[in-house]
C-alpha cells in the first residue's frame, strides 16, 4: 500500500471514432468501476428516446436475455454492480452505463473480473436483444409505461419537484427546459422500431467518455479499449454549447397547488456567466456566501435568525449558468420569507460581506472538491463535467482559482446574477 | 478463512488493535477511564476525516428512570431528537459558526436507538475534532433558544409530512406495533415538542450523555495514538457510571394491524409491507447472524434474480423503485420491502403465494450459495466510504458487535440456520403492509 497514486490525475488512454478513454487510477478503494457516457444535446426530439434507451437496454442481451440473466450473473461475479441512466447536464443529456465490482485482490478468484465485467457491459450496450429487426416490443411497451411512470412521480419529491419546475419554467422556450427523462406526449410516439432506428444513431454517431477507475492494471485497460475499438461508428455528431447568456424581463410568479402541508419556495436566477469563463469561480464564492451551507446568508438568516425554515439553501446549475435558492416555509410566512431572502441579495451588492462569511464560504468550497476525491463517482462525474463544459481543471485548479476571489469580485458578479422566476408550491385552499 | 489478528500497542494508553486481513482493515480500539468507548478506523488515502460522538440514547427513549431517583418519567415525543438541535447552541454562540471557520461540515442525527454527532473535514482534523469533544460535553440551553428551536424543528416535522416515503414507512411501524415507541415519529409532533422545556432537555442530557453511555469514532487518514491522547485529554471523567433504568411498553407478539392507508400528493400508489420480528432478543454476533440470514432470504424470494421480482416487474406490477431491507436493533425487528405500484394488493397478494410456496417446497441451496457470495462482494463496496464505514459501524456497535465480522458471518454461515429463520421469520400472521394512495 506504499504507492497511492493520486486520484487527482486522470489521463488519457485512447481517442478514437469520438471515443475518449480516460483512466483514473486509485488503490486505496475495494471496488474498481467502469463509466460509460454517451452525450447528445438536450432536445425535444431525442429526450424521451434517449431515455428510454438504457431502460430497454438494462432488460436483456445476447446471452441474458432477461433482466434475471443479467442479475444471475451479476451476483456469479462476486455481487458486481451494474446500472444506467439519463441525467441533464446544461443543454446537454447524458446516457450513462455503470459497472463496478470488486478489485481481484479481495475476490480471491481466478475469474478475471476486468474483462468479465466489461464484456458484459459491451454487450448490454451492443447487443440488445431483438425481433425482426428492432427491440423486443414487449420491453419497449413495459419501459415506456415505467418511464412514464417515473416522469409523472416527480412530484413525489417535493424539494426536489419545486427546484425542477422552477428551473423548466424560467427555460421552457430552451432546450435547457426540457426534462431529463423527456416528456410523457412523446413517449406515446416511441415503438419497438422507431426505437431500434434511433439507437443505430446513438451507437453510431454520439460522441462517449469512458473512465476506468480503481486499481486496473495495464491488460485490463487495454482490453477495454480494445473492445471499445470494435463498435461500429459513423461520422460523430458535433454537440453544441449550452447557451448561457440570455435577458431577462419582468420576473414571473408562478403559484403551483397540490396537497401539502408546508409551502416550497424556489427562486430562479440567471446568472450568465458560462463555465469556462474565468468570472465562473467568483460565481461560485457568491452561491456559497449567498445559500452553500451552515455559513451562508440564508442559513444564517432565514433559519437561525427568523427560524421561518428547517432549510434554505441556494445552488448553482453550473453548465446552463443558473442559481436556484429553495427554502421550505409555513405557508403563510411566504412574503417574510421573501423580504429576508431579498435583503440577503442586496447585503451582498452593497459589499455587506463578513470575513467569516467569506473566509469560511472558500473553505467549505475546498473542502466540498478535497472530498471528491474519496468517491470513484464523484471523481468521474468531476471529469466529465469538465470535458462537458470544456474546461480543463484539476480540482487542485478550482481550488487554487476560488482562494484568488476577493470580497470585491462577489459584489461585481452580483450585479449580473437576475431573479428570473419565483416559484410557490403552496396547499389546494 | 478468517484472518483476525489481535494486538496492543505498547503505550501507557493500553490500544488494542484488530487486523481483518482479509479485508484490508484494521480498528483501534482504546477505552477512557471514565467507560467512553474510542475507535479509530484509518483510510490511508482519504482526504476526508469522519468524526463521530454518539450517545445510546435516541427517538424510542421517552420513558427513563432518572440515575439516582425511584420513579419512572414519561418525556415528550421528540426530545432526543430535540437535545440534538440545541446542543449546537454554546455559551459563546453557535458551534456550527466555528466549525464552518475552519472549513468543515458539522451535522448530526438521531435515531430509534442513538444520537450521533459528527463532522467530516479534510484539514486541521485536531481543531475540528476538539470542537466536537467539547460541544457535546458543554450543553448551553436557554429558554428562549428553546422556544424558537420549535419552530425550526415545527418546520422540519411538516416537511416530512408531505414525504410519502418516510409516511409510507411510519405507517407500517404503527401497522406493525401496539405500544413500541419505534412507532412514533422520531423528530415528534409540532403539539409534543411544544411541551418541551430547558429542564427536561437537561434531565435527559444529564441522564444519556455520561461518557459510558458514548462512544466516539474516527474514520479517515489519522494517527489512531493522536486521536486517542485528545481524547484522554479532553472527556470529562465524571463520577461514578449512572445506571440508566430505560423502560419499554409490553409489546405483544402479534402485529397492530395488517393494512394502513393514508392520501398524499402522489402520482401513483407507494407502498411497503413486511414481516413483524419476535426472534431479536439478541446481541452480539446472533444479532447480525439473524441480520444477514434474513437479508439474504428477502435476496433469494424477490431480489432481481429471483421469478417473483421479474414477474412481478414484467406484469407492471413493481418498477424499479421496488427494495427490501430488514432492521434490527434491542427491542424490534422487522423486514421491509416495497415501492411503486398500481396496485399494491396484487403485489401483497403474489407475494403471499410465493412465501406459501417455498414454506412446502423450501429454498433453494444453489441461490443461496451465489447470492450469499454476491452479498458478501458487495459489502466491500461500502468500505470505500467514510460515511458508510460510519454509519454501519455505529449502527452496530450497539448491538455490541463489530460491523468487520460481517464477512465472517458470510463465511460461517449455514444453509441449516437459514432455512430455520426462514420458518421464524416469514410467519404470515405478522404480515403487515402500508399504503400511501393518490389524493
Same mark, same amino acid.
Given at each position: ?210 473512465? !476506468?477507475?480503481?486499481?486496473?492494471? &495495464?491488460?485490463?485497460?487495454?482490453? /477495454?479499449?480494445?473492445? #471499445?475499438?470494435? +463498435? %461500429?461508428? @459513423? =461520422? ?92 421550505? !416555509?409555513?405557508?403563510?410566512?411566504? &412574503?417574510?420569507?421573501?423580504?429576508? /431572502?431579498?435583503?440577503? #441579495?442586496?447585503? +451582498? %451588492?452593497? @459589499? =455587506? ?77 | ?439
Amino acid at each position: 500500500m506504499n504507492t497511492l497514486i493520486s486520484e487527482n490525475k486522470v489521463s488519457e488512454i485512447a481517442s478514437f471514432n469520438g471515443i475518449k478513454i480516460y483512466r483514473i487510477q486509485s488503490r486505496k478503494f475495494k471496488t474498481n468501476s467502469i463509466n460509460i457516457f454517451f452525450y447528445d444535446d438536450l432536445t425535444r426530439e431525442n429526450a424521451a428516446k434517449n431515455a428510454m434507451l438504457p431502460a430497454v437496454l438494462r432488460r436483456g442481451c445476447e446471452g441474458y436475455p432477461t433482466i434475471r440473466d443479467i442479475s444471475l450473473y451479476l451476483e456469479e461475479l462476486y455481487g458486481s454492480v451494474f446500472d444506467c441512466g439519463v441525467t441533464k447536464k446544461g443543454e446537454h443529456q447524458i446516457i450513462q452505463f455503470y459497472i463496478e465490482y470488486i478489485s481481484n485482490k479481495y475476490a480471491r478468484s481466478d475469474i478475471d473480473l476486468t474483462k468479465k465485467t466489461f464484456d458484459l457491459l459491451l454487450d448490454i450496450i451492443t447487443k440488445p436483444v431483438l425481433e425482426n429487426n428492432a427491440f423486443k416490443k414487449e420491453y419497449v411497451e413495459q419501459e415506456a409505461q415505467n418511464l412514464k411512470e417515473l416522469i409523472e412521480s416527480r412530484v413525489n419529491d417535493k424539494m426536489q419537484y419545486v427546484i425542477e419546475k422552477c428551473l423548466e419554467e424560467m427555460c421552457k422556450d430552451e432546450p435547457f427546459g426540457i426534462y431529463d427523462y423527456g416528456n410523457v406526449e412523446d413517449l406515446k410516439e416511441i415503438d419497438e422500431k422507431n426505437l431500434y432506428e434511433h439507437y443505430k444513431y446513438f451507437l453510431e454517431t454520439l460522441p462517449v467518455y469512458v473512465f !476506468i477507475s480503481g486499481d486496473i492494471d &495495464d491488460e485490463g485497460v487495454k482490453y /477495454i479499449a480494445d473492445g #471499445l475499438a470494435k +463498435i %461500429k461508428r @459513423g =461520422n460523430i455528431k458535433p454537440i453544441a454549447k449550452t447557451k448561457v447568456e440570455v435577458e431577462v424581463g419582468e420576473v414571473k410568479n408562478i403559484t403551483e397547488r397540490v396537497s401539502v402541508n408546508q409551502g416550497k419556495l424556489c427562486l430562479g436566477f440567471r446568472t450568465n456567466t458560462p463555465p469556462g469563463s474565468k468570472d465562473y469561480y467568483k460565481l461560485l464564492v457568491y452561491n456559497s456566501i449567498l445559500g452553500g451551507g451552515l455559513h451562508s446568508k440564508l442559513f444564517q438568516n432565514v433559519r437561525e435568525k427568523a427560524g421561518l425554515a428547517y432549510y434554505a439553501f441556494s445552488r448553482l446549475e453550473k453548465f446552463k449558468g443558473l442559481m436556484v435558492l429553495s427554502s421550505g !416555509i409555513e405557508i403563510k410566512n411566504k &412574503d417574510k420569507a421573501l423580504e429576508i /431572502i431579498y435583503e440577503q #441579495l442586496e447585503e +451582498i %451588492k452593497k @459589499g =455587506n460581506i463578513s470575513d467569516y462569511e467569506y473566509e469560511a464560504s472558500i473553505k467549505s468550497i475546498e473542502t466540498g472538491i478535497k472530498s471528491l476525491k474519496d468517491s470513484q463517482l464523484q471523481i468521474v462525474d468531476f471529469y466529465l463535467s469538465q470535458y462537458i463544459a470544456q474546461t480543463n481543471d484539476t480540482p487542485d485548479d478550482v481550488i487554487e482559482n476560488v482562494k484568488k476571489v476577493t470580497k470585491q469580485d462577489v459584489v461585481d458578479i452580483s450585479e449580473r446574477i437576475k431573479l428570473d422566476t419565483v416559484y410557490f408550491l403552496t396547499s389546494k385552499e | 478463512m478468517a484472518e483476525k489478528i489481535e494486538g496492543r500497542i505498547q503505550n501507557h494508553m493500553n490500544i488494542r488493535t484488530i487486523e481483518y486481513k482479509n479485508i484490508d482493515e484494521t480498528v483501534y480500539i482504546y477505552e477512557h477511564s471514565s467507560g467512553l468507548k474510542s475507535f479509530v478506523v484509518p483510510k490511508k488515502g482519504y482526504s476526508k476525516k469522519y468524526a463521530t460522538f454518539a450517545t445510546h440514547y435516541g427517538s424510542i427513549n421517552n420513558e427513563f428512570i432518572v440515575p439516582g431517583e425511584k420513579d419512572a418519567i414519561r418525556v415528550p415525543d421528540g426530545i432526543a431528537h430535540f437535545l440534538e438541535h440545541k446542543l449546537f447552541e454554546q455559551k459563546d454562540g453557535s458551534v456550527m459558526d466555528k466549525f464552518s471557520k475552519l472549513g468543515s461540515n458539522p451535522n448530526a442525527y438521531t435515531s430509534f436507538a442513538q444520537t450521533v454527532y459528527l463532522f467530516s473535514c479534510t484539514d486541521r482534523f485536531k481543531d475540528n475534532f476538539q470542537l466536537l469533544l467539547d460541544f457535546v460535553q458543554n450543553p448551553f440551553i436557554t429558554e428562549e433558544s428553546v422556544e424558537k428551536e420549535k419552530d425550526i424543528i415545527a418546520q422540519e416535522i411538516r416537511m416530512y409530512e408531505d414525504d410519502p416515503n418516510w409516511r409510507v414507512f411510519f405507517n407500517l411501524l404503527d401497522a406493525f406495533y401496539v405500544n413500541n415507541p419505534v412507532k412514533i415519529d422520531i423528530a415528534g409532533t409540532v403539539e409534543s415538542i411544544s411541551k418541551i422545556n430547558r429542564d427536561i432537555l437537561y434531565t435527559c442530557y444529564n441522564t444519556f450523555y455520561h461518557p459510558s453511555n458514548m462512544m466516539i469514532l474516527v474514520v479517515g487518514d489519522v494517527e489512531p495514538e493522536e486521536v486517542f491522547k485528545q481524547i484522554e485529554d479532553s472527556i470529562d471523567t465524571k463520577s461514578s457510571k449512572p445506571e440508566i433504568k430505560r423502560i419499554f411498553p409490553e409489546e405483544p407478539k402479534t402485529i397492530n394491524r395488517d393494512y394502513v392507508e393514508q392520501k398524499l400528493a402522489v402520482a401513483m400508489p407507494m407502498f411497503q409491507m413486511g414481516f413483524k420480528d419476535n426472534d431479536f432478543n439478541s446481541k452480539g454476533i446472533e444479532c447480525l447472524k439473524r441480520e444477514i440470514a434474513i437479508k439474504l432470504i428477502l435476496e433469494m424470494i424477490m431480489g432481481r434474480s429471483s421469478s417473483l421480482y421479474n414477474e412481478l416487474y414484467n406484469d407492471g406490477l413493481i418498477n424499479n423503485s421496488f427494495d427490501f431491507d430488514y432492521t434490527i436493533e434491542e427491542n424490534y425487528a422487522y423486514s421491509a420491502f416495497g415501492g411503486e405500484s398500481k396496485d399494491p394488493l396484487a403485489v401483497k397478494k403474489r407475494v403471499m403465494d410465493e412465501i406459501k410456496k417455498i414454506q412446502m417446497s423450501g429454498l433453494d441451496k444453489d441461490s443461496y450459495e451465489r447470492i450469499k457470495r454476491a452479498m458478501k462482494g458487495r459489502f466491500m463496496r461500502q468500505l470505500n466510504s467514510v460515511e458508510r464505514i460510519s454509519h454501519m459501524f455505529i449502527s452496530v456497535y450497539f448491538r455490541e458487535v463489530s460491523m468487520f465480522d460481517y464477512p465472517d458471518v458470510y463465511d460461517n454461515m449455514t444453509f441449516d440456520y437459514v432455512k430455520g429463520v426462514f420458518d421464524s421469520h416469514f410467519n404470515l400472521d405478522n404480515l403487515a403492509m402500508s399504503v400511501i394512495n393518490p389524493v
